[in-house]
């Protein structure tokens, strides 16, 4: 019978050595063919040496172990390490999704090697694309804190802007315009995320190319054709304001 | 009415201070009916007094070519015109010093300004029996008509004359500074709320930077990583793992909230936040190893400079964080502190730069640079600014600049 392989994945050094060492002590007969110390080297290994098993972290430099993992599909046996991914992870089937967590503890392993040797066995398959789907669509929900910045383009320079130093947002053609009182920048995200993304008190959406800041708005006129039209305070820019939004103004 | 900690003879904050225009200031800027008011205002509209006293006295011993007549004329005169406009408020100066309850240190205030009305109606009527005295002497002028009050005409004349007199005599002895004076705790509260609110905004952008460096610090990453670093160092290399474990105490021990009330805002140096910083890198240098590299660049003369706590900090777990973690291969990250000229001021810049993942177009949610901009804004108004911009080797520069102070001994 011949050997089965493995990868690691691992960006920290100490622990990649670590897991080597635990691994060669516990599953002596495991033959680690490569050992990555970044989610790109990780796909390319398991490109070239198509192992049964993966150890991967899951946070790691360029790609995450989580791509790794759905890159994989149903080619190997992916037991994901974890610093404190697990919330996401625990809801889920043991057999199907196994995590380690950091420090890796002995005991732990040994359990996760039990099951993996029975999986290789047996040669059940998981596909694990629908579980990582759900794994990130929970990771993502556990980040959200509300927009505090944007970095945008200036020229040929990246700056930040803080949230509340942005007057209105424009977009142009394939940009969008970031404009605060004395500086400009681009940026790509288009006006329908940023309008999900922004708060609906502060930003208001007034026509379907701009989003302006209501403490902002300096004034409201009509123009010569009756259509509104709006400025707002430290910049000479008129912006426009379809009917849709007129309703916002009145009484204003 | 006064705080009780500040002294009447001293001036009064500018947001307390009654008067606005820069004239008034000499003598508003200090509490209403205080001695150093009282003197200022009396020597301000006492000086127009005697200028007028003098220049009628001039016109009158012009009129009947006598100098020395002009002179008396000129004296008296004057003399009435400063006990109109000194006599109210410095009887009310001396109430307001007096010490009495405040019931009844607004009685004898009010009491004084009245009282200075009555003296200085006596004290015009004095020079004004004084200089007819003198016309009637000359064959000038006439005795005044006797008052009759014959007639719906005169009797109106009368009371609007008398009305008129009342007024100026009121605004002379310091009538007006009535509502200053019974403002002035009302505008003292003022002052007290919004320096506590100053205070409290600067103790509250504080407390929430240090709960963003906290949250940094025991986030699970951080602290689970480390751990795991720990463990496998313990039997490759002991010596290394205990290095970094102190390295771990020391940065948790910077950087975890004190548990005994702290007062007042904390200040640290420059010296200090540096280390803090260096033994953080150091922490991570053993996690990642040969792809962290650092730099520090302090000046041996900047290590005393006052500088606030946890601002650096928070822009080099930034820099690791978002810069160095995301990159595959070797980045380097650089602290510098330097003194930059900016006309005529020196004012202190410290960079913190990496050639990491550099900056992402889009929208970004971290809270820390938000919470260093509130500090910065609370502790130096506009004087300090943080900018942050792509790095000169791609990954981030973000640039501090704040107002140089003076070393601590």
Not at chain 2, 210 to 225: C, D, G, I, K, S
Request: one cysteine or more.
């Amino acid at each position: 019978m011949t050997r089965p392989t493995a990868i690691i994945a691992e960006d920290e050094l100490p622990q990649r050595q670590e897991l080597r060492a635990l691994l060669a002590e516990l599953w002596p007969e495991l033959n680690v063919v490569a050992e990555c110390e970044d989610g790109l080297t990780a796909l390319e290994a398991l490109e070239q040496h198509r192992p049964q098993v993966a150890l991967l972290d899951i946070r790691m430099p360029g790609v995450s172990g989580l791509e790794v993992a759905r890159a994989a599909g149903t080619q190997c046996h992916v037991i994901f390490v974890t610093a404190y991914e697990e919330y996401a992870l625990r809801a889920f089937d043991e057999g199907a999704v196994d995590y380690l967590l950091k420090p890796v503890a002995r005991e732990r392993l040994s359990l996760a090697i039990a099951r993996a040797r029975s999986r290789l066995n047996s040669g059940s398959q998981v596909d694990m694309a629908a579980i990582i789907d759900m794994v990130q669509a929970r990771l993502a929900a556990g980040g959200k804190q509300g927009i505090k910045w944007i970095t945008a383009s200036v020229g040929n320079v990246v700056k930040m802007f803080s949230i509340d130093e942005v007057l209105f947002f424009q977009a142009q053609d394939k940009y969008t315009r970031v404009v605060t009182a004395d500086s400009e920048g681009n940026i790509r995200t288009p006006l329908k995320e940023l309008t999900a993304a922004l708060d609906s008190e502060i930003f208001w959406q007034v026509h379907r190319s701009v989003i302006v800041r209501v403490g902002a708005i300096r004034a409201v006129e009509k123009a010569e054709d009756g259509k509104l039209q709006l400025t707002v305070r430290g910049r000479d820019d008129i912006l426009p304001v379809s009917s849709t939004f007129q309703h916002r103004f009145r009484g204003m | 009415m006064t705080e009780p900690s500040h002294q009447l003879n001293r001036p009064l904050p500018p947001d307390v201070a009654a008067g606005e225009a820069a004239f008034i200031q000499f003598y508003q800027k200090y509490a209403v009916f205080s001695w150093p008011w009282a003197w200022r205002r009396t020597a301000i509209f006492g000086s127009l007094c005697v200028l007028g006293g003098t220049s009628f006295g001039a016109s009158h011993g012009l009129m009947v070519r006598d100098v020395w007549e002009g002179i008396e004329v000129s004296l008296a005169s004057s003399l009435s015109n400063l006990i109109l406009v000194g006599a109210g408020p410095l009887l009310a100066a001396f109430f307001r010093h007096s010490g009495w309850p405040r019931r009844v240190e607004r009685v004898g205030v009010v009491g004084a300004v009245l009282c200075g009305m009555v003296l200085g109606m006596w004290a015009d009527r004095f020079a004004g029996h004084f200089h007819d005295g003198l016309m009637m002497a000359h064959g000038l002028g006439g005795p005044h008509e006797a008052l009759v009050l014959t007639d719906i005409h005169s009797i109106v004349r009368h009371a609007l004359d008398m009305s008129r007199d009342l007024v100026v005599l009121f605004v002379a002895s310091g009538g007006l500074a009535w509502p200053a004076y019974f403002s002035e705790s009302r505008r003292w509260a003022e002052h007290r709320r919004r320096i506590e609110i100053e205070k409290m905004s600067l103790q509250k952008s504080e407390a929430d930077l240090r709960l963003t460096v906290l949250q940094a610090q025991v986030e699970p990453h951080f602290l689970f990583n480390t751990l795991a670093s720990v463990r496998s160092l313990i039997t490759s290399d002991p010596q290394r793992a205990a290095q970094t474990i102190d390295a771990l105490a020391q940065h948790l021990r910077a950087t975890l909230p004190k548990m005994r009330a702290e007062t007042g805002v904390a200040q640290s140096t420059l010296g200090e936040q540096f280390a803090i910083c260096a033994s953080y890198l150091d922490l991570m240098k053993v996690r990642l190893g040969e792809r962290l590299r650092a730099e520090i660049r302090l000046p041996a003369e900047l290590e005393q400079t006052p500088f606030p706590p946890l601002l650096l900090i928070s822009l080099v777990e930034n820099a690791i964080k978002h810069g160095v973690e995301p990159k595959p291969g070797a980045t380097r990250v650089i602290l510098t502190a330097r003194v930059v000229e900016e006309g005529a001021h020196e004012r202190l810049e410290v960079q913190v730069e990496d050639d990491g993942a550099g900056l992402k177009l889009g929208m970004g949610e971290g809270t820390g640079l938000a919470n260093i901009r509130t500090q910065l804004l609370t502790r130096f108004a506009s004087a300090a600014s943080l900018e942050l911009s792509a790095g000169s080797t791609g990954g981030v520069l973000a640039r501090l600049v704040l107002p140089m102070e003076p070393a601590t001994a």
